[in-house]
């Protein structure tokens, strides 16, 4: 139970900001002809390392912009960190924000095997879990409805469903447990216990300081994008809480 | 990278590995399927091409003389053509009836023997009208040999036709003129054809075999590094493929069914479009510009088949990465399968409008041949060239915003420098550089020529429309793989 599932080593991620973003080929031109190509580099990450065995929650907790969302997309290989390196060893389903693969022309059977398959599920595992997805997100019916007649609660209900259907190695997880009513929230917080219990790695993301004591074998509380502390649960989240 | 390749190769543990022995089998299988079909569907044109040597008519300036009993046109010239099959003679008749009887003869005064003859009734000539002598069988060996054409008649004064002629051709080597006897200066209006061999294409199973035995070391290699365990980009590529298949089946889907999902004839508009655009077109050039194209309908149609194409796949590609900028930002998945998707809806697409385009070929009477199957040839070209121009506008689309205005200002030139709905015969001289650089070009005259008449281009044709096909997806990946890791700080 001590194989090493992520890897990360020395990472460091630095944005090149230009003081005001330009996305034309004229405002480039005139800006560089005044001179005024100015870029400011924005340090996201800096030398962040740690690892990830098999079967641990990773809490991580830091302030808004202390870098939690660039290292769990980089982590998730969204994001190509300017130096060091990750590894993932086995397959990263990242849930970042829910629904983001979702086509609201469609239907819900339709955004299910579209986002199924934008999430790397194969075919046959699809068809065989179809019927298992839509009885987890209670939409009955509305599975055939266009998703543009869903109400919020309904996406991220479908969402949260087709997401955690497999058994992923690797499980990245952004804040998402605040999806749907009371009784949804206690469902989908039992089927994220259920996963960590079957030997999922899970990176963990919340503000809510509870929710990590309850959930997280160890916390990474992240500032400025540098690791501040790394460590058992209690002893991070009393010092963060502080 | 390294980090990367190991994100794609884990992703999905539950797919089964590639059989690359079977691949290399495959594909080794196939490459001689292709040259058989190719053999057999080019047909003639493989070893055959109309002679560059032929000889063109020269304006007409004036008579030559009436020919009447006794009198005579000889005409000497040389013409490097290796299989010669005709030649023509232009006529002028005093705008009067004539009657009687001309001959034309062709000798070949290297060993004096008498090639072609035929004689032709006077009355039949027109002003300006050609009589032609063509051999029955195409006469070799007297590549530039050279050769008289003499041409008398049995006719009474005032009512004799008249040979055409130039006067003011220049003096060429081998060439000359006499009439009656006497040298003349200036050149009989007269026109050879005849075919050439290709070379390639005599040694077309030599050339097969020598890139067979290459293609057949290569999967051999790749076979060995597969066997021994090592990396190498074909199985990569191919394991890669494998695992997004269904990736790509859901997103070209879901590309066809968001685009015709609110309206009431569905996907019936694939089809509909290019016709209705056909009949429009075809209304406005054929009753306002007047053209004299031949079955202007089926090649007006194929023009905007393709060119739909082209623009469509380019148009939805360019978007590709901007449009699908959340998903982007929120899910690993190589970004190559953006662009490549919306290329993939458009030949879903494509496949689709070629229904009225047989449809109407049937109707205004084309007849298909085996050549016509070889149009799926440039159709693949034109596929692979809007492909790469997919990726490079795309990755362009992400840096600078107004890529978009620009592409759109520049497709309409695009489609005004493609002789979609005129020949490009109206171009004058000074413009006809536009059609030599103009890849489109190359890839619509080459459809055209396979359905339209039935005829396969020459060889080379096929070599330089894969170059230029691959060399703009070449330009395509090697820009979009440079700048793909930027692109999410740009969305």
Known sequence: MSKTMIEVSNVTMRFRMNSDRILSLKEFVTTALRGKLDYRDFTALEDVSFTVKKGETLGLVGRNGAGKSTLLKVISGILKPTQGSVAAHGNVVPMLELGSGFDFDLTGKENIFLNGAILGYSESFLKEKYQEIVDFSELGEFIHVPMRNYSSGMVARLAFSVATMVHPDILIVDEILAVGDAQFQEKSKARMMELMGGGTTVLFVSHSIDQIRDMCSRVLWLEQGMVKMLGRTNEVCDAYAM | ?491
């Open chain 2, 1 to 491: 990278m390294s980090k990367k390749k190991g994100a794609i190769s884990q992703k999905h543990p539950q797919e089964a590995p590639v059989r690359i022995p079977r691949f290399c089998a495959g594909i080794f299988l196939l490459y001689w399927l292709l040259i058989a079909a190719f053999y057999v569907l080019a047909g003639e044109q493989l070893h055959l091409r109309q002679s560059r040597g032929a000889l063109e008519l020269p304006a007409a300036e004036s008579g030559t003389v009436e020919l009447c009993q006794g009198a005579v046109v000889e005409q000497c010239f040389t013409a490097e053509i290796q299989r010669f099959q005709s030649v023509s003679v232009q006529w002028g008749t005093y705008y009067r009836p004539n009657a009687g009887t001309v001959a034309i003869e062709l000798w070949n005064l290297a060993d004096g023997s008498l090639l072609l003859s035929q004689s032709y009734d006077a009355a039949a000539i027109t002003e300006g009208g050609l009589t032609t002598l063509t051999a029955r069988e195409p006469i070799e060996g007297i590549y530039g040999a050279p050769l008289l054409l003499k041409v008398y008649a049995d006719c009474q004064p005032g009512s004799a036709p008249s040979p055409l002629m130039n006067q003011s051709a220049p003096a060429q080597e081998g060439f000359s003129l006499s009439l009656n006897g006497a040298p003349a200066q200036g050149t009989l209006c007269f026109s050879a054809s005849g075919e050439d061999y290709i070379w390639t294409g005599l040694h077309y199973w030599e050339f097969a075999a020598g890139f067979g035995a290459a293609l057949a070391l290569a999967l051999i290699y790749i076979w060995r590094r597969w066997a021994a365990g090592k990396h190498s980009y074909v199985v990569y590529a191919l394991t890669a493929l494998k695992q997004y298949r269904f990736l790509i089946r859901q997103l070209v889907s879901r590309d066809f069914r968001t685009k015709y999902k609110r309206s009431v004839l569905g996907m019936f508009w694939s089809f509909l479009n290019p016709l209705l655009t056909m009949m429009v077109q075809y209304f406005v050039f054929s009753t306002i510009f007047r053209s004299d194209i031949p079955n202007y309908a089926a090649y007006l149609l194929i023009g905007i088949v393709s060119f739909n194409f082209f623009s469509e796949a380019c148009g939805m590609a360019l978007t590709s990465i901007i449009g699908n900028a959340p998903l982007i930002t929120k899910v690993y998945m190589p970004k190559y399968i953006y662009p490549l998707t919306r290329v993939m809806s458009s030949v879903v697409n494509l496949g689709i409008s070629l229904i009225p385009l047989v449809i109407v070929c049937v109707a205004t009477g084309v007849e298909f041949r085996k050549s016509a199957v070889l149009a799926f040839y440039f159709l693949a070209c034109l596929m692979i060239f809007s492909l790469g121009l997919g990726l490079l506008l795309s990755s362009a689309m992400v840096f600078f915003r107004d890529t978009q205005f620009l592409w759109g200002v520049f497709s309409m030139m695009w489609m005004y420098a493609t002789p979609i709905f005129y020949p490009e015969s109206i171009l004058p001289e000074e413009f006809k550089f536009i059609l030599r650089i103009n890849p489109l070009y190359y890839f619509l005259k080459n459809i055209r020529m396979c359905i339209l008449d039935g005829l396969s281009p020459e060889p080379a044709i096929y070599v330089q429309c894969l170059l230029m096909a691959f060399g703009m997806l070449a330009a395509g990946a090697v820009v979009f793989r440079g700048s793909q890791d930027r692109f999410v700080l740009y969305l």
